[in-house]
């Protein structure tokens, strides 16, 4: 089943490792990698990478979008680009070795017009697919709640929507546009909810979201804590996987992606939440800027016992 993916504010992920991480100094780096990235452009290279065919609709401009959209060239993943003035952004992630911590810096992104942004409109009017997802933050002067936007254009085509995006442009589209799945982290709901929040309080605030917004369901991962999915059947636990980190990069990504490739092969939203979060699991056992592999997310899954409730049906992978 077709699906969308939006990256309205994608970039380019370099990641390199360096011996140490000092102020002031030059840092000698090595083991250079780039992908294409930011979130709606990694939904989709998940979903292409466990054997779906996804769109991609993404923003892109200058030298930089032209490299990004070379790298998409060389991907299963069927693009559709909007050309915009300013650059397309570059993030840089940096393991030190000394420590295993990694050092994330990421541009806020270019500039749009609303030119672009009508563009990028039409391009999502005229998908006729299943599942439309936006994910990732938005690039300067791009309206706050074009996300809403977004939601409603697939509402009327009759695509499910699902929403993955910072705090500020989660609050200015939650109660405006159908959301079939929204995947906020702990920060954001504890911002939503104003208050922090213990295992008990998410699952609390997270079902609140479903009665008081137009949220169908509400997906919330927390780390070594598990994940846990509201809807109007009542909060789904599932506990974490037990796996050796090398990086954290795209696992909620990976999460999303999944989800999203297994409701699209017409599986239960319980089903697909745990293949979520079995992806996310594989993300962080691969390096640098990899997301999951395809084998590792099969493993991961048809290893774990499933919740009580939960169907245990098997999920074969089909290709290498």
């Known amino acids: 089943m077709p699906i969308l993916a939006v990256a309205l504010n994608p970039t380019i992920d370099v990641w390199s490792q360096a011996e140490r991480v000092r102020p002031t100094v030059k840092i000698r780096t090595h083991s250079e990698r780039q992908r294409p990235g ?6 989709a290279r998940v979903i292409a990478e466990l054997g779906g065919e996804p769109e991609l609709l993404v923003l892109a401009g ?3 979008g032209a490299m990004l959209r070379e790298a998409l060239a060389t991907s299963a993943i069927r693009t559709h680009a909007v050309q915009i003035a300013g650059l397309t952004r570059i993030s840089f992630m940096v393991r030190e070795e000394e420590t295993g911590l990694e050092y994330r810096f990421v541009p806020e992104g270019p500039e749009v017009a609303p030119g672009d942004i009508a563009k990028a409109l039409a391009i999502v ?8 997802v936006a994910s990732g933050s938005l690039p300067r002067n791009a309206p706050e709640d074009i996300y809403a936007d977004i939601g409603r254009i ?3 085509t009759g695509a499910r929507f699902i929403l ?3 705090g500020a442009t989660l609050r200015s589209t939650l109660g405006k546009a159908p959301v079939f799945l929204v995947k906020p982290s702990i920060e954001e709901l504890e911002t939503l909810a104003g208050r922090r929040l213990d295992e008990n309080g998410v ?3 997270a079902s609140a979201l479903v009665k008081e917004t137009a949220a169908e369901f509400v997906a919330v991962t927390m780390g070594r804590e598990g994940a846990l999915l509201a809807g109007a059947f009542g909060v789904l636990r599932v506990p974490s996987k037990h796996v050796v980190a090398k990086s954290t990069v795209g696992a909620g990504d990976s999460f999303i992606g999944a989800l999203t490739w297994l409701l699209a092969e017409g599986r239960s939203i319980e089903e697909a939440f745990r293949f ?11 390096s640098g800027t990899e997301l999951c592999r395809r084998n590792d997310v099969f493993k991961i899954y048809n290893g774990t016992e499933p919740p009580p409730g939960v169907p245990s049906t098997s999920i074969e992978s089909s290709g290498p």
Do not use: L, M
Not at 38 to 43: A, E, L, M, S, T
Not at 125 to 132: A, I, L, M, P, S
């Open 125 to 132: 009017e005229r998908f006729r697919g299943d599942f439309v």
């Open 62 to 64: 200058g030298a930089t």
């Open 203 to 205: 699952a609390q605030a």
């Open 38 to 43: 930011g979130g709606g452009v990694n939904v």
């Open 154 to 156: 697939a509402a009327k």
């Open 276 to 286: 979520g979060v079995a992806a996310g699991a594989a993300a962080v056992i691969a």
């Open 164 to 166: 993955d995006c910072p």
